[in-house]
């Protein structure tokens, strides 16, 4: 039902195998980072790339903080638990992702064809919680593709006080904290052994 590889032809895909490597099949979660630092030019091309991925009606609700100076740096570690504190300390980078929970303000910028649409969710600001929590995971998903795009490694994690570092960061705003991603070049003994993934047959039906 399970297994640690994956076996494909590559005459399913219409990108290269160095291509599948590097996004997927040879990828791995970072838990340790070289010195090397995170360049402008790639958080911006890590961005671009996040950028084109679908969302609901084009809504975009996640936002990016880099948390790059030692004081930041500070501030974000003592809101990390234990086990994340040390990576997020040396990482060269950070970023902070969150979601906007009124993204709905934006319509005119990313709906200008029907910015009246808007109205539909003033007021309702269950619906426009999980819309923005559920697009922003999306977004996320995204935002792991491109750091791995840009020849860079990403560890994501849950493992923090989100009030605490909405607190820190996102005060006065409508953010809200959902993932903290430690971003670098791969250090001393990057990866844990690689686990069992389900096989297809386990996971799948077709009706």
Do not use: C
């Amino acid at each position: 039902m399970t297994s640690g590889t994956t076996e494909y032809s590559q005459d399913e895909f219409v990108v290269d195998s160095a291509a599948l490597d590097t996004l997927f099949l040879e990828a791995r979660t970072a838990n340790t980072f070289s010195d090397e630092p995170v360049t402008e030019e790639q958080m911006r091309a890590i961005y671009d790339l996040t950028k084109m991925g679908p969302t609901s009606m084009n809504i975009q609700p996640m936002r990016i903080t880099w948390v790059k100076s030692a004081e930041a740096r500070e501030r974000l570690v003592k809101h990390m638990a234990d086990g994340n504190k040390a990576k997020t300390a040396s990482a060269p980078m950070v970023a902070v992702l969150s979601f906007d929970a009124d993204w709905h303000e934006g319509f005119p910028t990313f709906f200008p064809h029907a910015p009246e649409r808007k109205a539909m969710f003033d007021g309702d600001e269950e619906v426009r919680a999980v819309m923005a929590n559920n697009n922003a995971h999306m977004q996320a998903a995204y935002f792991l593709m491109a750091v791995r795009s840009v020849g860079l490694a990403a560890g994501p994690m849950a493992g923090f006080d989100a009030a605490g570092i909405d607190a820190e960061f996102n005060a006065g705003t409508t953010h809200r904290t959902f993932q903290v991603v430690n971003i670098g070049k791969p250090g001393e003994n990057p990866w844990f052994g690689r686990l069992p993934r389900y096989d297809y047959d386990a996971v799948t039906v077709t009706v």
